[in-house]
């Protein structure tokens, strides 16, 4: 079903991620899985071979390949080595891409450049310990810092994967009322910034998600990422393409378990003969492999799409929605076949299973993924958009406000509001 997808520079992309992770990650992993943390060594090896960020402008020290194939590419890479814990997909296709999209040439100059070369781990903060998929309601405040220089931040944020090894993040911030939200990289040696403790999970063992404080911690205004009020507009034009990444994520590491599981049932035997003998085994393990290839077709069509930038809102939310549903089943049918010795750390579909827990959780639940799906499909009917709020004109889907604002605004119209603009009435899911 594949056949055409990927070309000659993709295979030899593909070729060299392989041969960094057999040369440099896998003789790690053990050592990773002791220490419960990845060392920060590896992100320096992978910008010398230049394997993160390749999408960035040369300039910065990308190579420019802008086709969304090569992050795809990596992760399943990634997923049939079973590592988990390596964030390249959270640094490279999820937060990079917020410097590269609503950088100032200096913030990418300073701080992208050092993403590409592997000196700068990044991670974002949205996530408080009271305010999860609802992104208008967070509570951690940036007021300016007396004098008008800069400003200072104050508050919590929790969940935060890479939070032990990141050097810089990216932070939401409420910088007024209603929707006035700003995005302020943080530097980690910053003072006033502080970690808490390395978070104990039931998977992902290895990646390290954290707490992380903010006591009058100063952000130049040179490090405000567009404008002080523009965060939550930025979060929702970027969340489409973090549900994606999620999405080539899952049903990667759904291919790779059945591979495993296959394999497995091929040499175990019971009853006297190999468990794929059996056609209850085979059944189950042909409808794995067709529910895969077929939700493998519409991430990469969603892939394509979003290369194309006509990737919309409720398709991310589907790929992410059918990927990591699908992968949560897969595993645990997969861990199955593998009986007792399934449930044993040290196999790796035990690992895999963990791991696959969150995929419906992060990035947005399960539930919110229907919700943006639902408002899609144009159920119920709802309010106009309020004349007094300008009109761009521009054709959306139906039963979304605003191309920004979809995940969030309950307006329904036929027209966008402009970017800058929050439509009046929008309120947080």
């Known amino acids: 079903m594949r056949n055409g997808y990927f070309?000659?520079?993709?295979?030899?992309y593909r070729t060299a991620w392989r041969g960094f992770i057999e040369h440099e990650v896998v003789p790690r992993q053990a050592g990773w899985e002791r220490e419960g943390i990845v060392g920060k060594d590896i992100w320096r090896l992978a910008g010398e071979q230049n394997l993160l960020c390749p999408w960035a402008d040369p300039a910065y020290g990308g190579l420019g390949l802008t086709d969304l194939r090569y992050e795809q590419i990596m992760i399943e890479e990634l997923a049939n080595a079973a590592e988990s814990g390596l964030a390249v997909p959270l640094h490279s296709g999820v937060v990079a891409p917020y410097l590269a999209a609503f950088g100032t040439e200096d913030q990418k100059t300073r701080h992208l450049t050092r993403a590409v070369s592997g000196e700068t781990l990044l991670a974002i903060a949205i996530t408080?310990?009271?305010?999860?998929?609802?992104?208008?309601?967070?509570?951690?405040?940036?007021?300016?810092?007396?004098?008008?220089?800069?400003?200072?931040?104050?508050?919590?944020?929790?969940?935060?994967?890479?939070?032990?090894?990141?050097?810089?993040?990216?932070?939401?911030?409420?910088?007024?009322?209603?929707?006035?939200?700003?995005?302020f990289l943080v530097a980690t040696h910053a003072p006033g910034f502080t970690r808490g403790r390395k978070l104990d999970k039931l998977g992902l063992r290895t990646s390290d998600t954290a707490e992380l404080f903010f006591d009058d911690v100063h952000?130049?205004?040179?490090?405000?990422?567009?404008?002080?009020?523009?965060?939550?507009?930025?979060?929702?034009?970027?969340?489409?393409?973090?549900?994606?990444?999620?999405?080539?994520?899952?049903?990667?590491?759904?291919?790779?378990?059945l591979r495993e599981t296959v394999a497995y049932t091929k040499q175990r035997s019971a009853f006297g003969r190999p468990?794929?003998?059996?056609?209850?085994?085979?059944?189950?393990?042909?409808?794995?492999?067709?529910?895969?290839?077929?939700?493998?077709?519409?991430v990469d069509a969603c892939v394509l799409a979003h290369n194309q930038g006509t990737l919309t809102t409720d398709e991310a939310a589907e790929a992410?929605?059918?990927?990591?549903?699908?992968?949560?089943?897969?595993?645990?049918?997969?861990l199955q076949m593998f009986g007792g010795y399934g449930y044993m750390w040290e196999s790796p579909i035990c690992r895999r299973y963990a791991d696959a827990r969150i995929q419906r959780i992060y990035g947005g639940t399960s539930e919110i993924m229907k919700e943006i799906i639902s408002r899609s499909m144009d159920l119920y009917p709802r309010a106009a958009l309020p004349t007094a709020v300008p009109r761009c004109g521009r054709p959306s889907r139906a039963g979304v406000c605003c191309e920004a604002f979809a995940d969030h605004c309950p307006i329904a119209t036929y027209e966008c509001a402009p970017t800058s603009e929050v439509p009046r009435g929008c309120e947080g899911s």
């Open 128 to 183: 408080e310990p009271g305010t999860g998929s609802d992104v208008a309601a967070i509570r951690t405040r940036a007021v300016r810092a007396p004098g008008g220089d800069g400003w200072l931040i104050n508050g919590a944020k929790t969940f935060i994967s890479s939070g032990i090894n990141a050097d810089l993040v990216i932070v939401a911030a409420r910088t007024g009322e209603d929707h006035a939200i700003g995005l």
């Open 275 to 298: 468990l794929a003998k059996f056609q209850d085994t085979r059944f189950r393990l042909a409808a794995m492999r067709a529910q895969i290839t077929s939700a493998q077709a519409f």
């Open 7 to 12: 070309d000659e520079a993709h295979e030899a």
């Open 219 to 257: 952000v130049p205004a040179a490090d405000v990422l567009g404008g002080p009020d523009q965060g939550f507009a930025l979060l929702m034009r970027q969340f489409a393409l973090e549900r994606l990444v999620v999405a080539m994520g899952a049903v990667a590491h759904a291919a790779a378990a």
């Open 320 to 334: 992410k929605l059918v990927a990591t549903e699908l992968q949560g089943q897969v595993v645990d049918d997969c």
